[in-house]
């Protein structure tokens, strides 16, 4: 079993255009920035992304749109790029707005091996539009199915050459979700580690979900909003 | 006197209760966290996956990987846990937190929110507020009365995109503090000096006036 591979560039490099990708990532906290820097430098195109933002102008998955890597978004909050904004009413790109729980449950879903969830997100409203819905104890819910990703892009804080992840802080969010979902998934850390070093309880991700792992470098972990307080 | 954001907020804080588990949308309702009474103990949600928010960090101490759902640098506090998002919309959708507050843009007088698109201007999208107003027990919306235009935003039936529908239980707006109940808006209280003949002219959906109305204590 060999899952690490050198780098970003090496692991992204079957990535073919029109694949259907997932980003982790919650703003710009916990986003995979080697895989996207490396998607940007090898021109893939015609991508759907899955991710719950799309960054913004100059960092994060606003670098695939400024290059017109992306032909739709799958999103719960798209609110922080003027780019995408001026693609999205100019018609060159593609959008899915969809609730945040129902983004991370479609992910679940598909790493438990479930073909579909109800949720009650989105009920009367035009998210509901065309889905199938059923009522249980008289509330009604809509079928919202798993999603099929061809490649799942995650950023964990620790992993084990085992494929082993942990993540740190609010830096988890969609991160554990997306990995298990993938049917291809590809991890970047921080700190890379011979088997035998995590806590085997301490572990978010277990490495049968991951097949590639890579020590990242370089690591900006840019802050969108900083907000301090006085001592 | 119309309420201020900030006295809006103190308003709303007086729905907390010792021990519960809080989600606080963005704009007035983050101001919510200011108003906590001393010695209640409350444990803030954020959806991105922390329960037991603190503080911004000092300057200095601002931590890339700690940020709440408007993307802001936070703290924790002692018992704070960190967890995956489906996790986070698991613990909404099953009931577990307590009180939701959140901002809106129109409410209906039968309870519908709407606060995520108008269509051709603002595309940003729901974030978790869809899952959030269809499963939270105990929705509180902080907004004011009516638009610049002073058109009011407490209509018989919203005009915009829809968030949710029959969710909402109570508005706090610069005006009044209104129950949403079977018969519409239940006009509860008055900021101080407003009356009720002004919260009248200015609800457009149906208005329940419950005989005395007390002026919000500010």
Request: hydrophobic share 45%; net charge negative.
């Amino acid at each position: 079993m060999n899952k690490v591979v050198l780098n970003a560039e090496e692991a992204v490099k079957d990535i073919p255009d029109g694949a259907v990708l997932m980003l982790g990532g919650f703003g710009l906290c916990g986003i995979p920035e080697n895989c996207i820097s490396a998607l940007v430098a090898k021109g893939v195109r015609e991508l759907t992304c899955i991710s719950n933002n799309a960054g913004v102008d100059d960092f994060g998955i606003g670098l695939m749109l400024k290059q017109k890597q992306v032909r739709k978004m799958i999103s719960s909050y798209v609110g922080e790029n003027a780019e995408f904004e001026r693609q999205l009413l100019s018609g060159e790109l593609e959008v899915e707005l969809i609730p945040q729980g129902t983004l991370a449950t479609r992910c679940l879903a598909a790493g438990y091996g479930m073909p579909a969830v109800f949720t009650p997100a989105g009920v009367g409203t035009e998210v509901a539009a065309g889905k199938e819905t059923r009522q249980f104890n008289g509330k009604e819910y809509l079928l919202e199915m798993a999603f099929e990703a061809d490649f799942a892009l995650v950023k964990a804080w620790k992993g084990d050459t085992m494929g082993n992840l942990v993540f740190r802080e609010t830096a988890r969010n969609f991160n554990p979700l997306m990995a298990m979902a993938g049917k291809i998934t590809i991890a970047e850390v921080e700190e890379l580690v011979p088997a035998g070093e995590l806590d085997p309880d301490l572990v978010h991700t277990p490495g049968i979900y991951v097949h590639r792992i890579f020590q990242g470098r370089d690591y900006q972990k840019r802050i969108e909003q900083r907000t301090v307080r006085k001592k | 006197m119309a309420l201020t954001k900030e006295q809006i907020a103190a308003r709303i804080a007086r729905e907390l209760r010792e021990g519960y588990y809080v989600n606080l949308g963005i704009g007035i309702p983050t101001l919510v966290a200011n108003y906590i009474p001393p010695g209640m103990q409350v444990v803030l949600q954020s959806e991105n996956g922390l329960l037991g928010m603190g503080p911004f960090p000092f300057e200095g101490e601002e931590d890339p990987d700690l940020i709440n759902a408007g993307k802001q640098t936070i703290t924790t506090v002692p018992g704070s846990v960190f967890f995956d998002s489906a996790m986070s919309f698991g613990m909404i959708r099953a009931g577990k937190v307590d009180l939701t507050v959140l901002g809106a843009m129109e409410v209906s007088d039968s309870g519908d929110i709407a606060n995520w698109k108008i269509p051709g201007k603002m595309v940003k999208g729901m974030g978790g507020a869809m899952d959030l107003v269809a499963s939270a027990r105990n929705i509180v919306v902080a907004m004011m009365h009516t638009n610049p235009k002073g058109e009011s935003k407490l209509l018989p039936a919203c005009t915009l995109p829809l968030t949710g529908v029959r969710c909402v239980r109570k508005v706090v707006s610069d005006l009044a503090v209104l129950d949403i109940t079977g018969d519409g808006f239940v006009l509860r209280e008055r900021a101080p000096g407003v009356s009720v003949e002004e919260i009248r002219e200015k609800t457009a959906g149906r208005l329940v006036i419950p005989g005395d109305v007390p002026e919000i204590q500010v």
